[in-house]
């Protein structure tokens, strides 16, 4: 009788324990999953509620295990109430530009999208922009330059050969930065190395840089396609702690966050971003006017 009984109670604690573990694994992971709530207008450029908007929604999410998708139509405005890991949501209408955003639980407080990485709150505007509003012929490059060594670097030289751009990097060194060629990019930093800022070289008068403030919901490069006709200045300083901030919200760096320039050399206008990259790295992208017809639009279609 009593071998009986303490199998029994050994048994018993034994699944017990089994129970106890699953819970609190249950608990662990669920710390992983977020809430994700949010809503806001759909809108055109203007401000006018946009009917007809497809939004597809993907959630994916610890405790269940699962990977669900659904889409709905959405008329002006739209609400979201889910719970999970991470959370995508595209929104897409035909002849606009989709607009897709990620939300992950170990980041919050922002939204990455294809027009680079927002802070946000519950209320998120989406603005829908049209494609092909406006006319005007860019050049695109990419082009990432090295200031891991600084004060020595590298610039980008903005560059006219025929009809085209051409985009050569050369070695700079910021103690003899007067000897540039007029019409270069380069980074500098302040001695705290809290500030950095994009210059560009040897381009007077009305040549030079304007910066691009994003607004939320706004894809800054898609609705920034009429660039000043003056105002253009020599230096913009941006905060290197706040993109640092941002990059180092999450174990893996957060690509694309980037800031958002025009630039005027001679008679062509252009727009771009740089983003600060691992190992003294920035990254540019640039789009620059073939023709001088264009006036000052930089569509970006």
Known sequence: MSFKL???????????????????????TASENADFVFRGNVTDEQG?????????????????????????????KYEVKERGRELRLTFSREGFHDLNCVFRSDLPGFVKTNYGVWEIQHEFPIVMVQRNRRASTLEYARINIDCSDYPRTQAVVLQRLADKYVFPVIDADVAKIN?????????TFDEALENLSLNVSGMGGENGLVRIV???????????????????????????????????????????????????????????????????????QLWIQTVSNDRNVCSHN
């Open 179 to 187: 000897s540039l060629p007029p019409g270069c990019l380069y980074v």
């Open 48 to 76: 006018r509620p946009m009917k007809g908007v497809l939004l597809t929604q993907k959630l994916r999410s610890i405790v269940r295990n699962t990977n669900e998708q659904r889409l709905r139509r959405v008329d002006g």
């Open 6 to 28: 303490a199998i029994v109670l050994v048994v018993a604690c034994t699944l017990a324990a089994c129970d106890g573990v699953a819970r609190i694994s249950d608990l662990a």
């Open 214 to 284: 994003p607004k939320l919901g706004y894809p800054p490069l898609q609705v920034s396609d009429v660039a000043p006709e003056g105002h253009y200045l020599q230096r913009l300083t941006f905060d290197q702690k706040r993109l640092g901030r941002l990059r180092d919200a999450e174990a893996i760096a957060i690509p694309d966050v980037a800031e958002y320039f025009f630039f005027r050399a001679g008679k062509h206008y252009g727009k771009g971003t740089f983003a600060w990259g691992e190992g003294g790295q920035v990254e540019f």
